[in-house]
């Protein structure tokens, strides 16, 4: 009878250098991922920069130029004010032609929509109390659905000459003559909503320091 040889055992491992090796490779994988974010950021960075620079061309019709602006103490400031963070103010972009006339103001803002953070600009004519136009910077509302607007351009189009505040309303009732109505997409009405009321809060919280400059002659 043919015997069974006996299986080999493997040496046993120590806890200690299993924990060291599952230490030394997340340390590794750590070091990787800050590597990456800290290469790829000025890239990313700059990019959001360009394509905000775009956007305040868009909302603001093609100014020729524009300044970038703090809103502190519920007062317009060209510089902010030392030992205030960027994150605590409003930053607002002031458009001019070439002739030095001031067009309006493009604004950023975000709230939470359907699914996530909308971000939008919009600019607006503090004067006439205009929208000049609106853009969608930012959403992950759901694709075939809110994200229409940003990509229905029906939809879009309506802030362009509308009238703050802003009322959104459902296609059906809406009037075409009202200058505050804007209606509101079909199957989409809290991403439409989202938009509005992101317009109309930074404006509720905005306008006292725009109707100031207005009222200082510098729009």
């Known amino acids: 009878m043919t015997g069974v040889e006996p299986t ?9 250098r299993l924990l060291i090796t599952l ?8 070091l990787l991922i800050v590597f990456v974010f800290g290469w790829t950021q000025p890239t990313i960075q700059a990019y959001k920069a360009r394509m905000l620079q775009l956007a305040v061309q868009e909302v603001l019709e093609a100014p020729d130029r524009y300044d970038t602006l703090y809103v502190h103490g ?12 960027l994150a605590d103010v409003d930053v607002v972009y002031r458009g001019y032609r070439e002739d030095g006339t001031s067009i309006g103001y493009a604004i950023a803002a975000g709230e939470p929509g359907f699914q996530d ?6 600019g607006y004519d503090p004067r006439t109390q205009t ?9 992950k509302e759901t694709p075939g659905l809110g994200d229409k607007i940003e990509k229905d351009m029906d939809f ?10 802003l009322l959104g309303v459902k296609p059906r009732q809406a009037t075409g003559t009202d200058p505050h109505e804007v209606a509101m997409i079909t199957g989409a009405t809290i991403s439409s909503r989202a ?21 200082e002659g510098t729009r």
């Open 8 to 16: 080999e055992q493997r040496p046993e491992v120590p806890a200690a």
């Open 23 to 30: 230490a030394s490779a997340g340390a590794l994988a750590g």
């Open 74 to 85: 519920g007062a317009l400031t060209d510089s902010l004010p030392e030992g205030v963070r």
């Open 117 to 122: 953070i909308v971000r939008l600009i919009f």
């Open 131 to 139: 929208i000049l136009g609106m853009k969608v910077l930012e959403s």
């Open 156 to 165: 879009v189009s309506q802030f362009q000459g509308a009238t703050s505040p």
């Open 195 to 215: 938009v509005i009321r992101i317009i109309n809060n930074a404006l509720e919280r905005l306008e006292p320091a725009f109707q100031e400059s207005v009222a």
